[in-house]
């Protein structure tokens, strides 16, 4: 009961804090609904017992990566004129018109009853579980990652650098 | 009674809401911004099928997946910077100098 109430409150935020990212004009805009979604998406993985995802993604994604796309959007500081005009054409609306009976079409597919979700142990997606996953047999993707950090570090800097040296 | 199918599809409706996102925009930033929401909707897919299987396995798989995407902001972002300061514009379709 509980589960329906927060999994249709919270994916239907989602949803719509998606359309509004694809939908603004003002790249600020789009970061701020972008930020919602993903708290939306931290409050489905823990329905989905994720515990430990979801504070990442509320750390990782919501915390540093919105934050890195915030400073660039006001680093920049696009004019209205640069951010360019709305255009209302036909083939806009078309295309809605199209995507709502394609929606419409795939979700007529869907037939009979939902499966439940299983019961899960106890420590199903606590940090401990974790742990134990990427320390020990995921250990090499771990390492593996930490180095394409490192690249990505190297790499932005030089990028974005004016001058290297 | 909530399913993994209501998971799986609201994982599609986030992706192709990404998909949109990047084909309909111009502008580099939602371009990013976009992927971003491509990649979490990917997430929760994973996270769905592992809830399902009642195995964390795929737990690392989606903890890779934010570590990529974090990357990627970071690069893409510094792109971004680059381009802006050499051509004064975001718009993607104005930066074509490799299109022969």
């Known amino acids: ?3 329906a109430i927060f ?6 935020l989602a949803a719509a804090l998606a359309v509004l990212v694809i ?6 805009h789009s970061a701020v609904a972008l930020i919602g979604n993903m708290f939306c998406l931290a409050a489905l993985f823990a329905l989905l017992d994720a515990h430990f995802l979801a504070a990442i993604q509320v750390l990782v994604y919501a915390g540093a990566i919105m934050v890195l796309f915030m400073f660039v959007i006001m680093l920049l500081n696009l004019k209205a004129e640069e951010l360019g005009r709305s255009r209302r054409t036909l083939a806009k609306g078309l295309g809605l018109v199209l995507l709502a009976w394609v929606a419409v079409r795939f979700l007529a597919e869907f037939k009979g009853e939902a499966l439940a979700l299983p019961a899960v142990t106890e420590d199903y997606g606590t940090i401990e579980s974790i742990g134990r996953l990427i320390f020990g047999p995921q250990i090499l993707p771990f390492e593996v990652a930490s180095v394409l950090l490192l690249a990505a570090i190297l790499g932005a800097v030089t990028i974005a650098k004016k001058r290297l040296w | 009674m909530i399913g993994v199918h209501h998971y799986l599809i609201l994982s599609v409706v ?3 809401l990404g998909v949109a996102g ?7 930033l939602i371009l990013l911004m976009s992927i971003e929401l ?18 964390a396995t ?12 974090a990357a ?8 971004v910077l680059a381009i802006f300061r050499h051509r004064q514009t975001v718009n993607v379709d104005e930066v074509r100098s490799l299109e022969g």
């Open chain 1, 7 to 12: 999994f249709w409150g919270f994916g239907g």
């Open chain 2, 22 to 28: 990047v084909l309909v925009r111009r502008n580099a």
């Open chain 2, 72 to 79: 990627e902001a970071a690069v893409g972002l510094a792109l």
């Open chain 1, 1 to 3: 009961m509980w589960e």
């Open chain 2, 38 to 55: 491509m990649l979490n909707a990917a997430n929760l897919a994973i996270l769905a099928f592992a809830r399902s299987m009642g195995d």
């Open chain 1, 23 to 28: 939908a603004m004009k003002n790249p600020i």
């Open chain 2, 58 to 69: 795929g737990h690392g798989l989606a903890l890779f997946v934010m570590v990529v995407a």
């Open chain 2, 14 to 16: 986030l992706f192709a």
